[in-house]
């Protein structure tokens, strides 16, 4: 898996690149497919905004994104909505495959 951290109009410190980095090297807990995870952190006026691509197999695109005053609580929060995307994605399939129509005894 590989992750690529860059910055729009802002300088990534090494601080914020490693827990960037972290962060996004826990997203395989939620789905074991992720290819490559693309971080991608914007500065305007006084705000920041960070926003997650994380491709999986096939074309499976991921994409969160969040604005506000502070970049470490951006990444958290962007982390819980991507790991709610990928349950939900690999649930989906999940249940899709077994539906529970060839259970024991339902003859």
Avoid: C, W
Avoid at 4 to 23: D, I, M, W
Avoid at 68 to 76: N, R
């Amino acid at each position: 898996m590989r992750i690529v951290v860059t910055g729009r109009h802002v300088n990534v410190t090494a601080e914020v690149r490693e827990y960037a980095e972290e962060k996004a090297g826990k997203l395989v807990r939620f789905y074991d497919r992720i290819r490559e995870i693309e971080v991608v952190l914007d500065h305007e006026s006084d705000l920041f905004t960070a926003e997650f691509i994380v491709r999986a197999d096939g074309k499976h695109t991921f994409v969160a994104s969040e604005t506000g005053p502070d970049t470490f609580v951006l990444i958290d929060v962007i982390v819980d909505k991507l790991g709610r995307q990928l349950n939900k994605h690999k649930e989906k399939n999940r249940n899709h495959k077994h539906d529970g129509k060839h259970e024991l005894g339902a003859e």
